[in-house]
Nanobody, 124 residues
Framework: QVQLVESGGGLVQAGGSLRLSCAAP????????MGWFRQVPGKEREFVAV????????VYAESVKGRFTISRDNAKNTVYLQMNSLKPEDTAVYYC?????????????????WGQGTQVTVSA
């Protein structure tokens, strides 16, 4: 099993920025597609962003395109989600996910491994 640990969440005012990190202690992530999802109480987990093995052509949800940037550092076994121009609607628990496959999966059921989540709260 791949253990994923998210960090970097917190409280920020609208218009501010946060950078989330996802690490896999003791395990390389170089052969995994890495995704970010988010979930609010009473709603289903939704796709945010994904980056494949090659680092090329990341895919973003329309709601975050132009504001969020996903990246990865395989040497550090870490993926990041830079979140700028945050809105109250971005408030959620953010989850990191990994799947050993080609491409850029965007569905929750396509991922085998998940982190515990980190809370992001954006105040108006």
């Amino acid at each position: 099993q791949v253990q994923l640990v998210e960090s970097g969440g917190g409280l920020v005012q609208a218009g501010g920025s946060l950078r989330l990190s996802c690490a896999a202690p003791g395990r390389t992530l170089s052969n995994y597609a890495m995704g970010w999802f988010r979930q609010v109480p009473g709603k289903e987990r939704e796709f945010v962003a994904v980056i494949g093995w090659s680092d090329s052509s990341p895919v973003y949800a329309e709601s975050v395109k132009g504001r969020f940037t996903i990246s990865r550092d395989n040497a550090k076994n870490t993926v990041y989600l830079q979140m700028n121009s945050l809105k109250p609607e971005d408030t959620a628990v953010y989850y990191c996910a990994a799947d050993m496959r080609w491409g850029t999966p965007t569905r929750t059921y396509e991922y085998d491994y998940w982190g515990q989540g980190t809370q992001v709260t954006v105040s108006a």
